[in-house]
């Protein structure tokens, strides 16, 4: 079992940046490729961004040139560098393997708003 702790959200004005970080406990995150997902007010979970064990990745349509996620498997740490946001970006974010098999974390909130 994989456990996650999601961090670095908070409130940011529309054109501004986040980074987030995801921190799994367990000696076999490297071999999983990963996902950030995004879950807004009375909307479902939805994958926004995944990386592969070797580092290729792949993003849905609207974040596409603003979003970039990577890894380091020696800190057992997947992040997510957020530019250029806008409002609806806003959402509790969360990390898991691509498919969402493990538990969910608590996640981190997203606020953007001027």
């Known amino acids: 079992q994989v456990q996650f702790v999601e961090s670095g959200g908070g409130l940011v004005q529309p054109g501004g940046s986040l980074r987030l970080s995801c921190e799994a406990s367990?000696?076999?995150?490297?071999?999983?490729?990963m996902g950030w997902y995004r879950q807004a007010p009375g909307k479902q979970r939805d994958l926004v961004a995944g990386?592969?064990?070797?580092?290729?990745?792949n993003y849905v349509d609207s974040v596409k040139g603003r979003f970039t996620i990577s890894r380091d498997n020696a800190k057992n740490t997947v992040y997510l560098q957020m530019n250029n946001m806008k409002p609806e970006d806003t959402a509790v974010y969360y990390c898991?393997?691509?498919?969402?098999?493990?538990?969910w974390g608590q996640g981190t909130q997203v606020t953007v708003s001027s």
């Open positions: 367990g000696s076999t995150f490297s071999i999983y490729a």
């Open positions: 898991n393997n691509l498919g969402g098999s493990f538990d």
């Open positions: 990386i592969t064990r070797s580092g290729l990745t």
